[in-house]
C-alpha cells in the first residue's frame, strides 16, 4: 500500500499558497531517450510534478514511460487517463476524471463504472477530479474524442457553477483545461471567477506558451499550471516557466 500523499501536499500547498508546475508527458510523443532528457530538466529546474496522459493514447508505453521516471527522480508521478487503460502502478496518483462540462454520460459516470474495480486494484491513490474543457479556439483532440461541446470561453458564469456543482458533489479537485495545444489559453477572468468560488484545488492547463500566462494564471488563482506542448518544442520553457510559477510569495 503506497502512502496517501498527493492529495495531502496539493492541499498544504493551496493553504499556504505555494503554486505548483506540472509538465505533462504524453507517451505517444516519448521515447526512453526523450523521458530521461524530461526527468533531468525537471529535476534541475525543481518543478513539483510530472503528468502522465493523453486524450489519445495509442502506443502502450505508458507503464514504462512511469517506471522510468520513477527509477530516476523523486519528482511525483500523477496520471491524467485520457481512458481507463491508461493505469500504471508505478505512478504516485491519478487523477479520476469526470468530464463535468460535458454531457456525456459516458465520461460522466459509464468508463468509471466498467473501470471500477482495475482502478481499485491498482492500489493508486484515487484523486476525484471535475474535469472542465474550456473553448480554447480550435477542436484538439480532448473535444473531438469527448463529443461533448467545451463550455464557452467567456462565459465565467457557467464555469463557476460547473465548478462548485463538481465541488458539491465531493470532487476533490477541479481541471479547467483548454485541451493540449489550444490555439487561446483559459482567460484570467475564468480562473479568478472559478477559483473565488471553490475551495479544492484547481488545475489549469491547455495552450500555456510562456512564462508570463503561466504567471499570470497562478496570480488569478490557478493552484497548479500544466504544460505540455510549449516545452515539447522549447524545452529550455522548463525552466523560465518553473521559476514564473515559484516566483509567487508563499503564505508564511
Ligand atoms: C492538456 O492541460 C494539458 O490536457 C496541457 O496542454 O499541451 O497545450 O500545454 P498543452
Same mark, same amino acid.
Given at each position: 500500500?503506497k502512502? $496517501?500523499?498527493?492529495?495531502?501536499?496539493?492541499?498544504?500547498?493551496?493553504?499556504?499558497?505555494k503554486?505548483s508546475? &506540472?509538465?505533462l508527458?504524453?507517451?505517444? $510523443?516519448?521515447?526512453?531517450q526523450k523521458?530521461?532528457?524530461? !526527468?533531468?530538466?525537471?529535476?534541475?529546474?525543481k518543478i513539483? /510534478?510530472?503528468? !502522465?496522459?493523453?486524450s489519445? =493514447?495509442?502506443s502502450? /508505453?505508458?507503464?514504462?514511460?512511469?517506471?522510468?521516471i520513477?527509477?530516476?527522480?523523486?519528482?511525483?508521478v500523477?496520471l491524467?487517463?485520457?481512458? @481507463?487503460?491508461?493505469?500504471?502502478r508505478n505512478a504516485d &496518483?491519478?487523477?479520476?476524471?469526470s468530464?463535468?462540462? %460535458?454531457?456525456?454520460?459516458?465520461?460522466?459516470?459509464g468508463?468509471?463504472?466498467?473501470?471500477a474495480? !482495475?482502478?481499485?486494484?491498482s492500489?493508486?491513490?484515487?484523486?476525484?477530479?471535475? /474535469?472542465?474543457?474550456?473553448?480554447?479556439g480550435?477542436?484538439?483532440?480532448?473535444?473531438y474524442?469527448?463529443n &461533448?461541446s467545451?463550455? @464557452?470561453?467567456d462565459?465565467?458564469e457557467?464555469?463557476?457553477?460547473?465548478?462548485?456543482? %463538481?465541488?458539491m458533489? %465531493?470532487m476533490?479537485?477541479i481541471?479547467?483545461d483548454?485541451?493540449?495545444g489550444?490555439?487561446? @489559453?483559459i482567460?484570467?477572468?475564468m480562473?479568478?471567477?472559478?477559483?473565488?468560488? +471553490?475551495?479544492?484545488?484547481?488545475?489549469v492547463g491547455?495552450?500555456?506558451?510562456?512564462?508570463?500566462?503561466a504567471?499570470?494564471n497562478?496570480?488569478? %488563482? &490557478?493552484?497548479?499550471?500544466? =504544460?505540455?506542448?510549449a516545452?515539447?518544442?522549447?524545452?529550455?520553457l522548463? /525552466?523560465?516557466?518553473?521559476a514564473a510559477v515559484h516566483? +509567487?510569495?508563499?503564505?508564511?
Amino acid at each position: 500500500m503506497k502512502l $496517501k500523499g498527493i492529495y495531502s501536499s496539493l492541499c498544504e500547498s493551496k493553504y499556504s499558497g505555494k503554486k505548483s508546475f &506540472a509538465v505533462l508527458i504524453d507517451p505517444d $510523443k516519448v521515447d526512453d531517450q526523450k523521458v530521461m532528457q524530461l !526527468v533531468e530538466l525537471g529535476v534541475n529546474a525543481k518543478i513539483d /510534478y510530472f503528468l !502522465v496522459g493523453g486524450s489519445l =493514447v495509442v502506443s502502450n /508505453y505508458i507503464d514504462e514511460c512511469v517506471r522510468l521516471i520513477k527509477k530516476h527522480c523523486s519528482i511525483p508521478v500523477i496520471l491524467f487517463p485520457g481512458s @481507463p487503460s491508461q493505469v500504471s502502478r508505478n505512478a504516485d &496518483a491519478l487523477l479520476y476524471l469526470s468530464l463535468i462540462s %460535458g454531457r456525456n454520460a459516458d465520461l460522466l459516470i459509464g468508463q468509471h463504472v466498467v473501470s471500477a474495480p !482495475v482502478i481499485r486494484q491498482s492500489g493508486l491513490e484515487i484523486i476525484s477530479t471535475g /474535469y472542465m474543457v474550456i473553448d480554447g479556439g480550435a477542436p484538439t483532440t480532448v473535444s473531438y474524442i469527448s463529443n &461533448a461541446s467545451p463550455l @464557452p470561453a467567456d462565459k465565467n458564469e457557467i464555469a463557476m457553477c460547473t465548478a462548485m456543482a %463538481g465541488e458539491m458533489l %465531493g470532487m476533490k479537485l477541479i481541471y479547467m483545461d483548454a485541451g493540449s495545444g489550444a490555439r487561446v @489559453p483559459i482567460t484570467e477572468s475564468m480562473i479568478a471567477h472559478v477559483s473565488n468560488c +471553490i475551495e479544492v484545488p484547481l488545475i489549469v492547463g491547455g495552450g500555456i506558451r510562456d512564462p508570463e500566462k503561466a504567471y499570470l494564471n497562478c496570480k488569478a %488563482g &490557478a493552484d497548479m499550471v500544466v =504544460v505540455g506542448n510549449a516545452i515539447e518544442k522549447d524545452e529550455s520553457l522548463i /525552466y523560465e516557466i518553473s521559476a514564473a510559477v515559484h516566483s +509567487i510569495p508563499v503564505r508564511v
